[in-house]
């Protein structure tokens, strides 16, 4: 029986895959077809099976509709803020989560037009990157309602990351969290443009770390700069002038200046990884953000940053396809993502199967998901 042919765009099947960072030899080789007949298919000398087209979709994290439109989509590029001489490729699987993020967070949008809502954000343009770094910090904190002795209070460096992340979302921004991307590639990136700027957090970073990067992608946003960050770059490499006020500024917000000098003071003639690693646990942050703002206070110099600088460590492996699936599925998504996804549907702006796109789960799974998050308070029952 003969192969039903996609009569799909040629043009987009050249765009999808140079997007995905595959070159025609790879995906030629996936497809188990010779090279030369991929480039007739791109050239629009041959076509796509319908099995082969759903192949390549997958490849390149695409859905199979993309590739029938007329012509290639004008979607902006994300601007790249990562510094430094050793900063590495972006990999298919790092390209599909800023596509991934940047779709939700156009379903978001989507959903607040249905409801005729226009989320308030004058905290935008609070501050610019010729402001002081110590009292754009406060301005953070005050943006945050940010109360000292409530934070104080809490230990666990995951209560932490939870902490910010709640306090942000009431901002009107959401926040995700993305798994199996290697941090040397990114620690997060951020659409700072409005309605619903959206953060997406590494999850494979150390949750102490976590909470640096989503408070410096929170600074992008009241810059309204979006981009592909690396909080965490030396000050050799400072000649990117935005993302070296956000690292200062998230700095300056989890190491008060004062209570870090008194701290300081305390360990300064017995100064080791180890003591380093004490501060950085007082102040519930990680040893690279405490070098950083150790460093720029001028407690340390260059010499002393470099002898204390340890690898960046990673969060332990998670196996995704263990433990619990809610569990793992809830500390990626947006709390309030979900909110306003569920909201919409029980307002029937939104059918159901909307809902299962918007949230890419089986419809059975969406009304597990629904009694849990009713029993977490983040519903109404």
Same mark, same amino acid.
């Given at each position: 029986?003969?192969?039903?042919?996609?009569?799909?765009?040629? $043009?987009?099947?050249?765009?999808?895959?140079?997007?995905?960072?595959?070159?025609?030899? !790879?995906?030629?080789?996936?497809?188990?077809?010779?090279?030369?007949?991929?480039?007739?298919?791109?050239?629009?000398?041959?076509?796509?099976?319908?099995? !082969?087209?759903?192949?390549?979709?997958?490849?390149?994290?695409?859905?199979?509709?993309?590739?029938?439109?007329?012509?290639?989509?004008?979607?902006?590029?994300?601007?790249?803020?990562?510094?430094?001489?050793?900063?590495?490729?972006?990999?298919?699987?790092?390209?599909?989560?800023?596509?991934?993020?940047?779709?939700?967070?156009?379903?978001?949008?989507?959903?607040?037009?249905?409801?005729?809502?226009?989320?308030?954000?004058?905290?935008?343009?609070?501050?610019?990157?010729?402001?002081?770094?110590?009292?754009?910090?406060?301005?953070?904190? $005050?943006?945050?309602?940010?109360?000292?002795?409530?934070?104080?209070?809490? &230990?666990?460096?995951?209560?932490?990351?939870?902490?910010?992340?709640?306090?942000?979302?009431?901002?009107?921004?959401?926040?995700? !969290?993305?798994?199996?991307?290697?941090?040397?590639?990114?620690?997060?990136?951020?659409?700072?443009?409005?309605?619903?700027?959206?953060?997406?957090?590494? !999850?494979?970073?150390?949750?102490?770390?976590?909470?640096?990067?989503?408070?410096?992608?929170?600074?992008?946003?009241?810059?309204? &700069?979006?981009?592909?960050?690396?909080?965490?770059?030396?000050?050799?490499?400072?000649?990117?002038?935005?993302?070296?006020?956000?690292?200062?500024?998230?700095?300056?917000?989890?190491?008060?200046?004062?209570?870090?000098?008194? $701290?300081?003071?305390?360990?300064?003639?017995?100064?080791?990884?180890?003591?380093?690693?004490?501060?950085?646990? &007082?102040?519930?942050?990680?040893?690279?953000?405490?070098?950083?703002?150790?460093?720029?206070?001028?407690?340390?110099?260059?010499?002393?940053?470099?002898?204390?600088?340890?690898?960046?460590? &990673?969060?332990?492996?998670?196996?995704?396809?263990?433990?619990?699936?809610?569990?793992?599925?809830?500390?990626?998504?947006?709390?309030?993502?979900?909110?306003?996804?569920?909201?919409?549907?029980?307002?029937?702006?939104?059918?159901?199967?909307?809902?299962?796109?918007?949230?890419?789960?089986?419809?059975?799974?969406?009304?597990?998901?629904?009694?849990?998050?009713?029993?977490?308070?983040?519903?109404?029952?």
């Amino acid at each position: 029986m003969k192969s039903i042919k996609a009569l799909v765009t040629p $043009e987009l099947l050249e765009w999808a895959r140079t997007a995905a960072g595959y070159s025609v030899e !790879q995906v030629a080789k996936k497809l188990k077809i010779p090279t030369e007949s991929l480039r007739k298919i791109e050239k629009g000398n041959d076509q796509l099976t319908i099995p !082969q087209l759903r192949k390549i979709a997958d490849l390149y994290k695409r859905p199979t509709a993309i590739f029938y439109l007329d012509k290639v989509p004008e979607l902006s590029k994300i601007p790249d803020f990562r510094a430094g001489p050793d900063i590495a490729e972006l990999t298919p699987h790092a390209e599909y989560f800023l596509r991934y993020i940047r779709e939700l967070r156009q379903n978001a949008v989507d959903i607040f037009q249905l409801m005729h809502k226009e989320p308030s954000y004058d905290f935008i343009g609070s501050f610019s990157v010729d402001d002081d770094p110590e009292i754009a910090a406060q301005n953070v904190k $005050e943006c945050l309602n940010y109360d000292k002795e409530e934070f104080d209070k809490i &230990k666990d460096p995951a209560k932490t990351f939870k902490y910010w992340r709640e306090k942000i979302e009431l901002k009107n921004i959401l926040v995700f !969290q993305i798994g199996k991307i290697d941090p040397s590639i990114y620690h997060g990136f951020v659409y700072a443009e409005t309605p619903v700027p959206v953060i997406a957090v590494n !999850q494979n970073d150390l949750v102490e770390a976590r909470s640096f990067t989503l408070i410096h992608e929170f600074c992008h946003v009241i810059l309204n &700069k979006s981009g592909i960050c690396n909080p965490f770059f030396s000050k050799s490499h400072d000649d990117n002038r935005v993302e070296r006020f956000c690292q200062r500024v998230a700095a300056a917000t989890l190491m008060a200046k004062d209570d870090a000098i008194k $701290e300081f003071s305390v360990m300064q003639d017995n100064l080791s990884t180890n003591a380093v690693s004490i501060f950085a646990k &007082k102040f519930k942050t990680s040893y690279t953000a405490t070098l950083i703002r150790l460093h720029e206070l001028g407690l340390i110099d260059d010499a002393a940053r470099e002898k204390l600088q340890l690898p960046l460590a &990673k969060s332990p492996k998670v196996d995704e396809k263990g433990g619990n699936f809610y569990n793992n599925y809830l500390a990626k998504m947006s709390p309030s993502y979900l909110h306003l996804v569920f909201e919409a549907a029980d307002e029937d702006l939104v059918h159901y199967g909307e809902v299962v796109r918007f949230l890419g789960l089986k419809l059975e799974k969406i009304n597990n998901l629904r009694d849990r998050l009713e029993a977490g308070g983040i519903l109404a029952p």
